[in-house]
């Protein structure tokens, strides 16, 4: 199965990416672990990524569609991959679809998570994820069942730099800006779904596992 999970920041791609690796055994893919993990190596990409991150601004294409080729091709994303960030400009959804074709693979879905401003600010700026495996939380919604202690791996939480207020402000106008005309992208497109991502994280997965299994359903 190959996945796009489209969405704003904040809209629980992340999260449903996750779930679906543990329940299904599909890699999840994602941009920003990769280039938190890289930063935190202190990589070449790392260094040029830090900047951009941490404004809550994109990283250069170049570097995002680099970074995505060598992974697609790793032992474990042969079976299948859920992109979650990824891509996020148009340039990066035509260079991806430039890839896929190269490597004989199609897209199985496309889904896009609708949700409103609103509801990402609250999200995001409660959120706290655990430094070991980037287990996600919010101080609301999903407590840790101890305080600043992740339940899977018991390491600590720390709240994302880009997760301030003002930095998440900016990141949505960038999404508006940027990744919105990627949705339009896609949209024409048979294996577009919309999921509404307003509901919690139970709520959302039934509908993410619903709307999957309908698209397998449909090309077997
Ligand atoms: P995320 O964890 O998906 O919210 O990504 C965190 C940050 O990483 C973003 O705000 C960007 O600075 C950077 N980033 C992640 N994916 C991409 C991408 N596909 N293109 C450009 N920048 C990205």
Same mark, same amino acid.
């Given at each position: 199965?190959?996945?796009?999970?489209?969405? /704003?920041?904040? /809209?629980?791609?992340?999260?449903?990416?996750r779930l679906l690796q543990e329940r299904e055994g599909i890699p999840q893919?994602? =941009?920003?672990?990769?280039?938190? %993990?890289?930063?935190?190596?202190?990589?070449?990409?790392?260094?040029?990524?830090k900047e951009y991150v941490e404004q809550g601004a994109l990283v250069p294409?170049?570097?995002?569609?680099?970074?995505?080729?060598?992974?697609?091709?790793?032992?474990? &994303?042969?079976?299948?991959?859920?992109?979650?960030?990824?891509? !996020?400009?148009?340039?990066?959804?035509? &260079?991806?679809?430039?890839?896929?074709?190269?490597?004989?693979?199609?897209?199985? /879905?496309?889904?896009?998570?609708?949700?409103?401003? $609103? #509801?990402?600010?609250?999200?995001? =700026?409660?959120?706290?994820? @655990?430094?070991?495996?980037?287990?996600?939380?919010?101080?609301?919604?999903?407590?840790?069942? /101890?305080?600043?202690? @992740?339940? %899977?791996?018991?390491?600590?939480?720390?709240? !994302?730099?880009?997760? !301030?207020?003002? #930095?998440?402000?900016?990141?949505?106008?960038?999404?508006?800006?940027? #990744?919105?005309?990627?949705? $339009?992208f896609y949209r024409r497109r048979g294996v577009f779904a919309t999921i509404?991502?307003?509901?919690?994280?139970?709520?959302?997965?039934?509908?993410?596992?619903?709307?999957?299994?309908?698209?397998?359903?449909?090309? %077997?």
């Amino acid at each position: 199965m190959n996945l796009i999970f489209l969405g /704003a920041p904040g /809209a629980g791609k992340g999260t449903q990416a996750r779930l679906l690796q543990e329940r299904e055994g599909i890699p999840q893919v994602s =941009t920003g672990d990769m280039l938190r %993990a890289a930063m935190v190596e202190g990589s070449p990409v790392g260094k040029r990524a830090k900047e951009y991150v941490e404004q809550g601004a994109l990283v250069p294409d170049d570097v995002m569609i680099a970074l995505i080729e060598e992974r697609l091709v790793r032992p474990d &994303a042969r079976r299948g991959f859920v992109l979650d960030g990824f891509p !996020r400009t148009l340039p990066q959804a035509e &260079a991806l679809d430039r890839m896929l074709e190269r490597a004989g693979r199609v897209l199985d /879905a496309v889904l896009y998570f609708d949700i409103s401003d $609103e #509801t990402i600010l609250r999200r995001l =700026t409660g959120r706290w994820v @655990c430094r070991k495996a980037g287990h996600i939380y919010h101080l609301e919604y999903n407590p840790p069942k /101890a305080p600043g202690q @992740c339940d %899977a791996d018991g390491s600590e939480l720390y709240q !994302r730099v880009d997760d !301030r207020p003002e #930095t998440v402000r900016h990141r949505l106008d960038v999404y508006h800006r940027e #990744t919105q005309p990627v949705v $339009e992208f896609y949209r024409r497109r048979g294996v577009f779904a919309t999921i509404d991502a307003e509901g919690d994280i139970e709520d959302v997965s039934r509908k993410v596992l619903g709307t999957i299994r309908a698209r397998m359903e449909l090309r %077997a």
